[in-house]
């Protein structure tokens, strides 16, 4: 996955079904939103006001977060690693 996002993010980690990305900003989430273009989606359902904001690319199997300055992006290797974290995520956001 790479469409300028990654050159601005620092890999942390690399996994066998996932890379994960991260940054950090005082620009708020909008600064996050920037990195993203239409073929990404904002999950409401998962957001909390001002203070995180989700976005996922099913095209391109990616998970964006902004929480409270963190920027983090999950770069899944495949649609199954996409979508079983896609069910978690659900599961987690339903309860908080």
């Known amino acids: 996955m790479n469409n300028g996002m ?7 980690r690399n996994e066998e ?14 600064v996050a939103e920037r990195l993203t273009n239409d073929k990404w989606k904002r999950k409401s359902e998962w957001c909390d006001g ?3 904001m989700v976005w996922i690319n099913e095209e391109m ?3 964006l977060t902004y929480c409270e300055g963190d920027i983090i992006l999950e770069a899944f290797k495949g649609k ?9 995520a659900n599961e987690f956001y339903s309860m908080y």
């Open 80 to 88: 199954e690693y996409f979508v079983e974290s896609v069910a978690r």
């Open 61 to 63: 199997n990616g998970i």
């Open 50 to 52: 001002i203070y995180r």
């Open 17 to 30: 079904g996932r890379e994960v990305f991260k940054g950090f900003t005082l620009g708020g989430w909008e």
């Open 6 to 12: 990654t050159e601005q993010l620092n890999r942390i």
